[in-house]
Each structure stands twice: as C-alpha cells, then as structure tokens.
C-alpha cells in the first residue's frame, strides 16, 4: 500500500508568514491528492483536492500544488483562525490513506 | 443542507460487536458513494471502508478487513457499519462521509462530515 508522509508533524509561524506543508507519497498518485483542515474539537473540512483545486467557500490564501509524490499546501499569510490540524490524503486507489496531520500553531 | 447523524457507538467489549447507523439528508443519498473514518482519542484520522452509490463496491482498510461490513439502505437514506471481533485498537470516534463526487466506482474526498459516534472497546 502506498504510504502519506506529511512534515513536519507540528510548527509555529507568526500571524502573516507564509507556510508551506509537505505531504509525500510513497509511490506516483498523480494529481489525486485532498487536503483537510482539522481545527481542535471540530469534524474536518476539505480544503482542498485534486492537488490543487480549492474548495469552495475556502479562503484564497490557502493554496495547493503537486503532483506524482511531493505536494504541498500553501497558506500565503497566516491568519489566527488556522490553528489546526492539516492532513492529506491521497485517492488514486483503495486504502483511501491519510498523512499523519501537520499541526500547526501560532507563535 | 445536507446533514450526516451517526448512532449507534457505545462501550463494547473485546470480542464484542456494534453496529453503527449514519442518517442522511440534504442531498441525493443514492448517487453518492460514503465513506466511514475514524479518529482514535488523540490520533490522525483513519480510513475505514467506502461503499459505492448503489452498494455494489466495496472497500477496506487493511486494519478492519474481515471484521467490518459496510452497507447502505438506500430507501431510508441510510449507511451502516457492522463491527465485529472489535478490539481495543478499534477505539475511536467514527465519522461517516460523503464523497465530494457522484456516480464514483471508487472513492475519492470527502466533503461532507457528521460528528461523528465514539466507540470505546474496553473490558
């Protein structure tokens, strides 16, 4: 099975900085790649899919790109209601597997 | 707007069996593959299996595979999860989902999410 390996596992940026998270695959998924946000106590929310396609109604400061095995997601400038925990996750085929979540918090 | 219920979690032992229920509405139930995920206390989330629209698709993970069965009544608008020979590894909140994309053979994202049923596996 392929394996999602998201890093790094935790960070602390500053309200307005430019963060980046990695997912990797363990093996080519093309573009079939979602990102989700995951903030404490709350069900998750796609933010993202197809690698690089937002969902609708998610802030334009999150952005996604990637394709084969290396992705990243993209928040152009911090805001202090994104603290939360971000997982991808890849469908080209069953299992339907998750990275191990990045959180992420302010400094 | 659509909405996703789940019931039916609950202490269990191990060796035991539960069944799960997620009530759905808001959208055309029948043309959308649904997922189960699950998030054990603390942990990353986990997908558990994905049944196709009309039920003839059916997929695993590894980790419930001969133990977990997905169904769904699409009459009632309504998924299930029977889980049995659970263990205590199977603690876990469960969250049932609905694939972003209808008609799908397999499954794909999820855009929408109930709140989930905790099941404790526990002696």
């Known amino acids: 099975d392929i394996q999602m390996t998201q890093s790094p596992s935790s960070l602390s940026a500053s309200v307005g900085d430019r963060v980046t998270i990695t997912c990797r695959a363990s093996q080519g998924i093309s573009n079939y790649l979602a990102w989700y946000q995951q903030k404490p106590g709350k069900v998750p929310k796609l933010l993202i899919y197809a690698a690089s396609t937002l969902q609708s109604g998610v802030p334009s400061r999150f952005s996604g790109s990637g394709s084969g095995t290396d992705f990243t997601l993209t928040i152009s400038s911090l805001q202090p209601e994104d603290v939360a925990t971000y997982y991808c996750q890849k469908y080209n085929s069953a299992p339907l597997t998750f990275g191990q979540g990045t959180r992420l918090e302010i400094k | 707007q659509v909405q996703l219920v789940e019931s039916g979690g609950g202490v269990v032992q191990p060796g035991g069996s539960l069944r799960l229920s997620c009530a759905a509405s808001?959208?055309?139930?029948?043309?959308?593959?649904m997922h189960w995920v699950r998030q054990a206390p603390g942990k990353g989330l986990e997908w558990v299996a994905f049944?196709?629209?009309?039920?003839?698709?059916?997929y695993y993970a590894d980790s419930v595979k001969g133990r977990f069965t997905i169904s769904r009544d699409n009459s009632k608008n309504t998924l299930y999860l029977q889980m049995n020979s659970l263990r205590a590894e199977d603690t876990a909140v469960y969250y049932c989902?609905?694939?972003?994309?209808?008609?799908?053979?397999?499954?794909?994202?999820?855009?929408?999410w109930g709140q989930g049923t905790l099941v404790t596996v526990s002696s």
């Open positions: 989902a609905k694939d972003l994309i209808d008609y799908m053979t397999t499954g794909t994202h999820f855009d929408y």
């Open positions: 808001g959208f055309t139930f029948s043309s959308y593959g």
């Open positions: 049944i196709r629209y009309d039920g003839s698709n059916k």
